[in-house]
């Protein structure tokens, strides 16, 4: 989750992301303060000089300082990357921390969050127990899409050629998961591939290359849609990740479901990663029309010397607001920090009649500041708060299913397109608006499931994701 960035002699934003599985940032400023930035840096880029640099920002704003070494020589580490992952190292063993504290480029994290903009395929990937390489999604305006890659085509051989193709069960056997992620190359615009695809037309080559686009928060195909359901009208948006752009589209989303009188909704965050706490917070608006004005959102809470930053947001008007009776939420392991937000914030005011449907989430109750070093490009994402809902509900460092009040297990059915009635995830969130019964979600389904299958699929993330990467887990 983050905040949007605050310009001054550093930026600070709050975020709310998951590393390398569901990444995630939170957006806009609460009612409360905003964390003053600390003096500016001098001197040069040096290795030692950027260690040095991100171990006092550490201290100064990190979560869990009694986690932090007393001191830690950085020489034996070669990067800086290096040297933050050994000083959070107790608080990861402890899962408060799962990779969320890192360094990126403030010039591709500011492209990504204004417009989704980044270089890739254009396709969500997923891995099954099986070693198996699916798309589970197809991203309009991007090459995958355009060369008749959707969800469902399985990838079966990468190369840079045809006479270079290799088997994926074969990289994973020599190289691992991050073999497929160097396979399918670096995340520059023209980098091009040839892939080995099995669908509907049987198993074919194509070659795809890279570009660079603007992703579409909510599809233009299925993001937003009235299923009619045997005559029930039901609202049903699919957020991909919350960046700017969200915005216009989830209030057209919202301002026809409220003008067909809609007042039972599914929101499917099933692989949204997080992103802007600002986005988040105006759909949780948008959702909630029957709210009060004195109702919370969400509390942000800094470690106790850094109190002055707390904030509390409240529900505000929106025009296109919808008062639903009954929500249901989609989610997966992939549904972390932003997403997981907007899910726990209407617990407490929706109880039993809003859902978790299909697996349990991500687990990342805490969100990021960012500290800008601009004479290096460096943003230096650090945990420093915690996110609750009105009840002060957080710590859900293992997922939202044991948290919720009603839940229902469902498969992610990469054999039907998202928000299709008779995929099994948005059937059975249909099934849940209707009042029927379901079997609940337990703690050791937080990976997705492919098909009606028993074998069980991850977001497929590498071992240093990009910005968009994070935002947008599975992507390349």
Not at 111 to 129: E, N, Q, V
Not at 172 to 185: H, K, N, P, R
Request: some cysteine; charged content about 20%.
């Amino acid at each position: 989750m983050t905040r949007r960035p605050l310009t001054a002699i550093l930026s600070l934003s709050f975020l709310l992301s998951a590393c390398g599985g569901g990444g995630q940032s939170l957006g806009s400023s609460g009612s409360g303060g905003t964390p003053s930035p600390s003096p500016a840096p001098t001197g040069t880029c040096s290795l030692r000089n950027r260690q040095d640099w991100a171990a006092a920002q550490l201290r100064e704003w990190y979560l869990y300082p009694e986690t932090l070494p007393a001191s830690l020589d950085p020489t034996p580490y070669a990067t800086v990357e290096d040297y933050i992952d050994a000083l959070t190292a107790t608080a990861r063993s402890q899962r408060r921390d799962r990779y969320f504290t890192y360094l990126t480029s403030i010039a591709a994290e500011n492209a990504y969050y204004a417009s989704g903009s980044s270089a890739s395929f254009g396709i969500r990937l997923g891995i099954d127990s099986a070693q198996r390489i699916y798309v589970i999604e197809a991203f309009e305006g991007g090459a995958a899409l355009a060369a008749g890659i959707d969800r469902g085509t399985e990838i079966v051989a990468i190369g840079t050629s045809a006479a270079t193709l290799r088997t994926v069960s074969a990289i994973i056997a020599s190289e691992g998961t991050q073999g497929v992620s160097d396979a399918l190359g670096p995340d520059t615009a023209g980098t091009s591939r040839v892939l080995r695809i099995t669908n509907a037309s049987g198993t074919h080559d194509v070659t795809v290359t890279k570009t660079a686009f603007d992703l579409p928060p909510v599809s233009t195909r299925y993001g937003a849609r009235i299923i009619n359901d045997g005559g029930h009208q039901i609202g049903y948006v699919n957020l991909r990740t919350f960046i700017s752009t969200a915005d216009p589209a989830l209030r057209s989303a919202f301002a026809s479901f409220r003008s067909a009188g809609i007042t039972e909704v599914i929101v499917d965050l099933r692989y949204n990663g997080g992103g802007l706490i600002s986005v988040a917070e105006t759909l949780s608006d948008l959702l909630g029309r029957n709210r009060a004005g004195s109702d919370v959102v969400d509390y942000t809470t800094f470690r106790s010397e850094k109190s002055s930053n707390n904030t509390t947001r409240l529900f505000q008007t929106q025009a296109e607001a919808v008062a639903p009776t009954r929500i249901a939420f989609i989610g997966t392991g992939g549904t972390a920090s932003a997403s997981e937000l907007v899910i726990n914030a209407f617990t407490p005011y929706l109880h039993t009649s809003s859902a978790l449907i299909g697996a349990n989430t991500y687990g990342k109750p805490v969100g990021q500041i960012a500290i800008d070093r601009s004479e290096c490009d460096d943003r230096f994402r650090i945990i420093a708060f915690a996110v609750q809902n009105s009840a002060h509900q957080g710590a859900y460092y293992d997922g939202l299913a044991a948290t919720m009040e009603a839940t229902c297990q469902a498969n992610d059915d990469i054999s039907h397109p998202l928000g299709d009635p008779l995929e099994a995830s948005t059937r059975s969130a249909l099934d849940f608006l209707e009042g029927k019964s379901c079997a609940p979600i337990t703690g050791a389904l937080a990976a997705l499931s492919v098909g009606a299958k028993s074998s069980k699929r991850d977001l497929l993330t590498p071992d240093r994701p990009s910005v968009a990467q994070r935002e947008v887990p599975g992507l390349f």
